[in-house]
């Protein structure tokens, strides 16, 4: 078996397993208090920095995945690449991704059924340093512990291609996860104020997100159009910036949680 191994752990996240354990515990403990919408949930959007910053907001996603242990048993991961560009949408050359809490297997089927699509292929250079989907794994693994992955790296392609294969592998025991940041490097205020605007972009299904408004825009803008073809009704879990958590505030990056559930189960 072809494991693709962490890159990012103690730099990220916590390299050493134990830390990693306590600290997502610790942040899944503090959004506990926080949850509430959970019918009919089947995607969510989340954030992809460092722990410190972002994994606050990400827990508010992961505390809602954690109530259906027992339904979901495939992640869809799309997320954006940093370190290496690619005019396509990239699978892992491998059957595995490690973290230091273990290996998470690869979704056999979900990988056959995504390099049937258009503009699919398989990167061992796209996945090798690539953070936006490896940041995610430790969460899925504590929430959903027995979950297998189908880990998509968005290049240079339009949003329809990845709905594409969002609605190919949709399944009542799939969620989907989006993994994107919002805005880069504005003075706090101005940050807040473009961050506000995007996120009411999102909660309009408008599918026009770019990729100064997020960098995970392509994966975005998906979700979006997959939403609006399935009826499902956007709720902001919460938001904040790195000026919030652990950074300064002249220069931060934005964070939001969305919660994408069908409109009938509200």
Request: glycine share 8%; net charge negative; with cysteine.
């Amino acid at each position: 078996m072809k494991v693709r191994p962490a890159a990012v752990a103690g730099m990220f996240y916590p390299g050493e397993q134990g830390a990693l354990r306590a600290m997502i515990d610790q942040m899944l403990g503090s959004a506990r208090a926080q949850a509430s919408m959970t019918a009919g949930l089947e995607a969510v959007i989340v954030p992809h920095a460092g722990y410190i910053y972002s994994g606050s907001t990400a827990a508010l996603s992961y505390v809602l995945l954690e109530q259906l242990v027992d339904k979901i048993k495939h992640v869809v991961i799309v997320g954006p690449t940093h370190r290496v560009g690619i005019r396509g949408i990239a699978l892992p050359d491998a059957d595995a991704m490690a973290t230091p809490l273990g290996e998470v297997p690869l979704w056999a089927e979900g990988v056959r059924l995504a390099l049937a699509q258009p503009l699919v292929v398989t990167s061992e250079a796209v996945h090798a340093e690539e953070h936006s989907i490896e940041v995610q794994l430790p969460f899925i693994q504590t929430v959903l512990p027995d979950a297998d992955v189908l880990p998509l790296a968005a290049g240079w392609v339009e949003p329809q291609a990845v709905t594409t294969i969002l609605q190919a592998v949709w399944s009542p025991d799939t969620m989907i996860v989006i993994s994107s940041d919002l805005s880069h490097y504005h003075p706090y205020h101005e940050a807040q104020a473009i961050d506000q605007a995007t996120v009411a972009q999102i909660l309009a299904l408008d599918p026009a997100i770019n990729h100064d408004q997020a960098c995970g825009a392509t994966g975005v803008d998906a979700v979006i159009l997959a939403a609006q073809d399935r009826g499902l009704a956007p709720h902001l879990l919460g938001m904040c910036n790195s000026g919030d958590t652990a950074g300064d505030k002249s220069r931060v990056v934005g964070y939001a949680a969305v919660g994408f559930t069908a409109e009938s189960s509200m």
